[in-house]
């Protein structure tokens, strides 16, 4: 397919964009010109690739779970590994690279905001790796529900800051980043977490998770002689969806399928499925689906998975989603937790509730399809930090 | 002629600075709003920006958030937004009125639906904080066809040809955000600020009024030597803030005011 996004102001068809206050223009536009530089420059892409490799642990596996795949009776399962990633999740490969860049700008402080507190956790792990002060955002009620992370963060020396505006998570986190980053944008750089945001960040983010799905288009043939016939991955704000679906675009007989979090079920507005249920507008600097009222105001939302938590979606997904390139689709929080007990049970791996969600549709649809089928899912975290919250949800004291 | 061209035309012949008052709409009730239009003209208000309630007003420091929160809470919509600019047409004709806010509750109306109400409501100008020029091409132009200015910021870090851009797009005024930060914050480098607007003139004819951190009548006297306007938000919220019925924010909100109209039209001494 013929496929050029983002255009040269950061527009995927009618989404993505630049919508911020004028204080934050200059700076996107200093950081749009700093990654077109450094993405052009060698020595840039040989570091980048040098820390992945060394630092990361990348390439990153790609796993059969066959004992899974037969109990489910049909299509045949593999993982993408991202959870053996250093840090546990995907989130690190976009840090490498936006640290990197921030050296390059010669800035010494850098910030981010957080849901889960994985990409909390990667970027006080880089800041640290390169000697940067670190501070990070993250709601009230993530704080309370991802305390693990947040132990860890202040063990690599970043400072987090509880955010108690607005639903206290991971929107209210962005917005206090942005609010930091321009305030004190001569020596900060905003390392942002996903595929959201005003460009450049949608393209540098997706650029530099594209390692996921490029490792991927190498792997499966060694493993199966051609590629899945499915690639699956979870939803929030799209960062590893992207990240998988992105070298894939033009394989064009791959199905994309990105997985949203429907938490207590759609009818009941309890749940953070952007691209299921939401429309069109403008969030936190770009233009894509949002979960809104009718009066334009956002809506709280709800995930037993703090990572995708979040009321917008990344634009290239709303883009993908209307020219039809990528499905999307949703599981509920009972449904992810089912998958993430099976993942435990039959193939000794502890997922993300993140990744669950995609491990849930995958679980509902192998059934239904032929054992030559094969269904690629992106496993992008590990599920060490909701211990807490799977133990509170099973009623065992932990 | 657009209400906010008469004004500054009128005040350029009289030699004044305009004092332009910032108020969420809905802060704290309904009915405080009401009551406040009024009093804001009395106490010496030139033009007056009314806020338009935003679930994620990102560019706004803890003072505008908080307001925003308390105006959504008591169910503050657009509509009632623009009601309230209704009403106050009625009691006064001259006053003009800014809408201020961010782009998803105008756009969730409908773009086309929103400029129609707001030039029957009478509104005059209207801000939207997330359209930078580059995103409202088709807005400002929606906009001038009724009769409304696109009013666009420019900041401390804006490239010149930025201010290119925003004499090209906009009408009525430019605000001059005063500082890199969020609005209500506490670090206004006045002399600064007055370095930067002789350069702003080269490139616009447009009135500038300078705004974000703005706190105390000393400081709006020392703006005003340069700029055209200046705007004071958070602080008058925090000053209305806590008041137990609609007269006495007002109360409160002509006491905080007088003083700096006064310093306005005196001047700082050199």
């Known amino acids: 397919m013929d496929y050029h996004y983002p255009d040269a102001r950061g527009h995927f068809g009618p989404y993505g964009g630049v919508y911020v206050a004028e204080t934050l223009v200059p700076a996107l536009e200093a950081l749009a010109q700093a990654y077109e530089e450094a993405k052009r420059d060698a020595s840039f892409r040989a570091e980048f690739e040098d820390e992945l490799k060394h630092y990361v642990g990348r390439p990153s596996p790609i796993y059969h779970a066959k004992r899974w795949s037969e109990t489910l009776g049909g299509a045949q399962i593999y993982l993408k590994r991202e959870d053996l990633n250093h840090t546990g999740a995907h989130k690190i490969n976009n840090c490498i690279g936006q640290a990197l860049l921030a050296r390059r700008m010669g800035k010494p402080r850098v910030i981010a905001e957080t849901g889960a507190g994985q990409h909390g956790v990667a970027t006080a792990t880089v800041a640290a790796r390169y000697g940067m002060r670190c501070v990070v955002y993250m709601g009230e009620e993530d704080v309370r529900r991802q305390a693990a992370n947040v132990y860890r963060m202040k063990l690599l020396g970043a400072e987090v800051v509880p955010v108690s505006s607005g639903s206290r998570t991971l929107k209210d986190a962005l917005n206090e980043a942005m609010r930091d980053w321009v305030t004190n944008v001569h020596d900060t750089f905003y390392i942002l977490g996903t595929v959201a945001g005003p460009h450049p960040y949608p393209e540098m983010v997706r650029d530099f998770q594209s390692v996921i799905g490029k490792e991927c288009l190498w792997q499966m043939p060694e493993l199966i002689g051609r590629q899945p016939d499915y690639v699956i991955a979870c939803v929030g704000g799209g960062s590893n969806a992207i990240g998988i679906f992105y070298p894939y675009l033009e394989h064009e007989s791959v199905r994309l399928i990105g997985v949203e979090a429907a938490g207590e079920g759609i009818e009941t507005g309890r749940h953070a499925a952007t691209l299921v249920a939401g429309r069109p507008g403008v969030l936190h600097g770009n233009r894509t689906y949002l979960l809104q009222d009718e009066d334009g105001q956002i809506r709280e939302t709800h995930s037993i998975s703090a990572g995708l938590d979040y009321p917008g979606v990344g634009p290239e997904h709303a883009l993908l989603k209307d020219l039809g390139r990528a499905e999307y689709v949703a599981v509920t929080d009972e449904e992810a937790l089912a998958a993430f007990h099976a993942l435990c049970r039959y193939e000794g791996i502890i997922p993300a509730l993140e990744s669950s969600h995609a491990l849930a549709y995958a679980a509902k649809l192998a059934p239904s399809l032929p054992r030559e089928t094969v269904l690629l899912v992106n496993l992008s975290g590990r599920g060490d930090k909701d211990m807490h919250t799977v133990a509170e949800r099973s009623g065992i004291r932990w | ?270």
């Open chain 2, 1 to 270: 002629m657009n209400r906010i061209d008469c004004t500054f035309a009128r005040l350029r012949e009289q030699g004044r600075k305009a004092l332009i008052p910032f108020v969420t709409a809905g802060f704290p009730s309904v009915e405080t709003t009401q009551a406040l239009l009024p009093a804001l003209v009395r106490a010496g208000a030139d033009l007056i920006e009314l806020g338009i309630p935003f679930s994620d007003p990102m560019a706004d420091g803890p003072t505008i958030q908080g307001a925003s929160e308390r105006a959504l809470a008591q169910g503050m919509t657009l509509a009632q937004v623009l009601d309230l600019v209704r009403d106050f047409r009625r009691m006064d004709a001259d006053t003009p009125v800014v809408l201020m806010g961010y782009a998803n509750p105008i756009e969730a109306m409908g773009e086309e639906r929103f400029v129609e109400a707001a030039r029957d409501a009478g509104v005059d100008g209207v801000l939207t904080v997330d359209y930078p020029p580059q995103e409202a091409e088709s807005f400002a132009a929606r906009l001038h066809e009724a009769g409304l200015h696109p009013i666009f910021l420019l900041a401390p870090t804006s490239k010149p040809e930025r201010a290119d851009e925003v004499a090209r797009l906009g009408g009525g005024y430019v605000y001059y955000v005063s500082l890199t930060g969020v609005t209500g914050a506490g670090s206004l480098d006045v002399a600064e600020v007055l370095a930067r607007i002789p350069a702003l003139r080269e490139r616009t004819g447009l009135p500038i009024a300078v705004g974000f951190g703005i706190r105390d009548a000393h400081t709006a006297a020392e703006i005003g030597a340069a700029a055209d306007a200046v705007v004071i938000g958070s602080r008058l919220l925090e000053a209305i803030e806590g008041a137990a019925h609609a007269d006495e924010a007002c109360r409160r909100a002509e006491e905080f005011l007088r003083p700096i109209r006064r310093a306005l039209d005196e001047g700082v001494a050199p």
